[in-house]
């Protein structure tokens, strides 16, 4: 899908005629949508570029991310996207910044893209864009928008938190063994998923940077100065970005640790209460198995209290036992 987008605002989709012969002069932006043949052939023809096909765009080489082409600007940068499946992944997205011209290229909507279309302006802003705009416009987008993702990623870990380290002897009904490891079990599920989307938010974070500084370090004097002062409080915002998505890495780690503990507190438990029965249960199954012999010179079996004997000492036998492990501190 190609759309145009014209240079008041950047946000206003001008009608798209692949048989035009000029392109219209009020278009900034090409925006190509898991473009066909026939959308990429038009828009090399007016952009002079070479466009990257679905496959080669997915396949780039970190040799071939950041680069000049003349006075083309071409680079490519991974993107968060949550697709269909509502899973949070990465997509590469590839911008051709010409003089006169952006155009990108990617295969997946993008919430940061349609979020820069569709931002409010003041009523009456006539103001003019150029290319240059309109891409630091979408870095800027994209780079809110995985503010965002860090943002709701630190609020569902401390909620993580809670749920790990609240006491169940302060709930105010007992829960059941069984829920209590399913409970865990979901944590732990929480906590990957936690663990996955923070490399999926440092890998975007790194293609950012590396962009910028790219564009910073080649570019600089084909920038004009607001673009420039624009593009520094990116690269600061990505740079907190970092710090901030360094902690909750160690702080997914650490609730990983802290889960798995108590996984391992449990299953101790579950074996510490296996070893009390055995241990209360091996006397009695001695005495029972002695008075199960039918020795024929075994006088309590002539006793008029023989039985009530046996079960005393069956009984005996088994609470002292537990006396000794409880004093022991094991249950």
């Known amino acids: ?40 052939s038009f828009v090399e023809r007016f952009a002079k570029v070479i466009l990257p096909d679905d496959e080669s765009l997915e396949d780039l080489q970190t040799v071939s991310r950041l680069r000049f082409e003349g006075d083309i600007l071409q680079v490519f940068t991974p993107v968060l996207f949550r697709d269909p499946a509502g899973e ?22 993008l919430l940061s893209f349609t979020n820069y279309i569709n931002r409010k302006v003041k009523p009456g802003d006539v103001t003019v864009h150029v290319a240059t705009d309109v891409f630091v416009g979408l870095l800027e987008a994209i780079v809110d928008r995985m503010a965002d993702a860090v943002e709701a990623l630190g609020a569902e870990l401390d909620r993580v938190s809670r749920q790990i380290f609240t ?40 293609g950012i940077g590396r962009l910028l500084a790219f564009v910073t370090a080649n570019a600089q004097d084909k920038l004009p100065n607001g673009v420039k002062n624009r593009i520094k409080t990116l690269r600061q915002d990505i740079a907190s970005l970092n710090d901030y998505e ?41 005495v029972v198995g002695l008075y199960g012999m039918n020795f024929k010179n075994m006088p309590e079996y002539d006793w008029a209290w023989g039985y009530q004997w046996g079960l005393l000492l069956v009984a005996i036998s088994m609470i002292v036992p537990a006396i000794w492990l409880r004093r022991k501190g094991w249950f």
């Open 1 to 40: 899908m190609l759309k145009f987008y014209d240079n008041v605002g950047a946000r206003d989709e001008v009608t798209c005629d692949l048989s035009l012969p000029d392109l219209p002069s009020n278009v900034v932006w090409m925006d190509l949508l898991d473009p066909t043949a026939e959308e990429l």
């Open 88 to 109: 949070v992944r990465t997509t590469t997205v590839g911008f051709f910044l010409t003089p006169k011209l952006l155009v990108t290229v990617r295969t997946e909507e």
């Open 167 to 206: 006491n169940p002897a302060d709930s105010p009904k007992r829960i059941k063994p069984i829920k209590y490891e399913a409970e865990l079990e979901s944590i732990l599920h929480t906590v990957g998923r936690s663990g996955d989307l923070t490399s999926n938010i440092r890998d975007s974070l790194l």
């Open 246 to 286: 360094t902690r909750l890495t160690d702080k997914v780690q650490f609730l990983l640790d802290s889960t798995l503990g108590f996984i391992n507190i449990d299953q101790n438990r579950l074996f510490r209460l296996l070893t009390i029965a055995s241990v209360v249960g091996i006397p009695p199954t001695f």
